[in-house]
């Protein structure tokens, strides 16, 4: 059976959970696995469901460590590009020999969705009912994918997407451990690109630790090496909408176009900044939380703005933005879905 070869970072491989106690974000799940491990309630398949980078695999392994399963006895195959029915009918004749050293087999089938039907059809058999010595751990990030009368076969577990507060904590502590500081508001871009993932977050960690040699990285540093849009751009969309002044937000979009920028992580950014300063305006009494979320600078800028902006500055505000970032990339014209959100939002 084929070993899973997928290429990851340095700093992905250093980093990546070995233990239960390493997984971040994920305890309702790290609670059930190791409260079943105690009692020796071990089930004969697992359903690991969740986005791209949410650790799912590395649970797995752990898993397979803690069940006492050697590198010997621990088997991936990676679905996306072994999901044919032979694949499927060699594991199934696979399953019968006994471990070498472990107590259990485990197999781990990675991006499971991708299994053809027929391939589904030949392996539910084995499946349903595993010898008594092999464990199969299937993990998908399209759980809608995976038929039925398998999900039913098998015990479902749903990983949750990392937010910006933990990926935030995440850039810093990886950061920390390879001697170098990264400011809040340079953390605060990193978990914003890393989009719910920490191996997206891991790799644009090590691109621009790789990229310096200075040992205290701010955003500006951030934004060179990710091409990210520069915040002072962000910052002039926040100051067209509370002034009133569509020529200044139009002018800092075509900055952001000429600079090659991401017109959907601009947006995303904007949104994440309005937002915030929609908060601030409301004084709802989530100052405390915005204040430990960006940089005090950064906190400063949007209570000011927030002290000039008016009632126009409502939730159609913020869901004009909502649906250019949906709409992003959409169309021929990058930069139109921003302009048209931009435009909407001076009536």
């Not at 305890?27 to 398949?45: C, F, P, R, T, W």
């Not at 590009?81 to 399953?95: F, K, Q």
């Not at 058999?125 to 464990?135: F, G, N, Q, R, S």
């Not at 000039?308 to 869901?319: F, G, P, R, W, Y």
Request: net charge negative; aromatic share 6%; glycine share 6%.
């Amino acid at each position: 059976m084929k070993k899973s070869d997928k290429p990851t970072g340095v700093l992905y491989r250093k980093y990546r959970p070995q233990k239960f106690a390493d997984v971040v974000g994920e305890d309702h799940v790290v609670k059930v696995l190791e409260g079943a491990i105690k009692l020796g309630n071990i089930s004969h398949a697992y359903l690991f469901s969740g986005s791209r980078g949410t650790g799912k695999t590395s649970v797995a392994r752990i898993l397979a460590h803690e069940i006492g399963t050697s590198q010997n006895d621990l088997y991936e195959m990676d679905a996306a590009s072994t999901n044919g029915v032979d694949d499927i009918r060699e594991l199934n004749e696979s399953v019968h020999t006994l471990p070498y050293e472990s107590k259990y087999k485990v197999y781990i089938i990675d991006e499971a969705h991708m299994l053809s039907k027929s391939a589904w059809n030949a392996f539910l058999k084995t499946l349903e009912e595993p010898p008594a010595h092999v464990i199969f751990i299937l993990a998908t990030t399209e759980l809608e994918k995976v038929p039925e009368t398998v999900i039913s076969r098998c015990q479902t577990f749903v990983f949750k997407q990392p937010n910006q507060s933990i990926l935030k904590d995440f850039a810093q502590t990886i950061a920390k451990k390879e001697g170098i500081t990264l400011e809040t508001d340079a953390a605060e871009l990193v978990a914003l690109l890393g989009d719910g993932s920490f191996r997206d977050a891991h790799g644009i960690l090590e691109k621009i630790i790789s990229s310096t040699k200075n040992k205290k990285i701010n955003r500006k540093e951030v934004e060179a090496v990710t091409g990210a849009p520069k915040a002072e751009l962000v910052r002039g969309i926040l100051e067209s909408i509370v002034k009133k002044d569509l020529n200044l937000g139009l002018s800092a979009i075509h900055s952001a176009s000429e600079a090659n920028a991401d017109m959907k992580i601009f947006t995303r950014l904007i949104l994440e900044r309005l937002r915030l300063l929609f908060l601030i305006r409301l004084k709802a009494g989530m100052n405390e939380y915005i204040k430990n979320e960006i940089s005090e600078d950064d906190f400063k800028i949007l209570e000011n703005l927030a002290g000039e902006a008016t009632a126009d500055l409502t939730s159609d505000v913020l869901l004009r933005f909502i649906t250019a970032y949906e709409d992003a990339g959409r169309t021929s014209i990058p930069e139109l879905a921003l302009e048209l959100a931009l435009a909407d939002s001076m009536k």
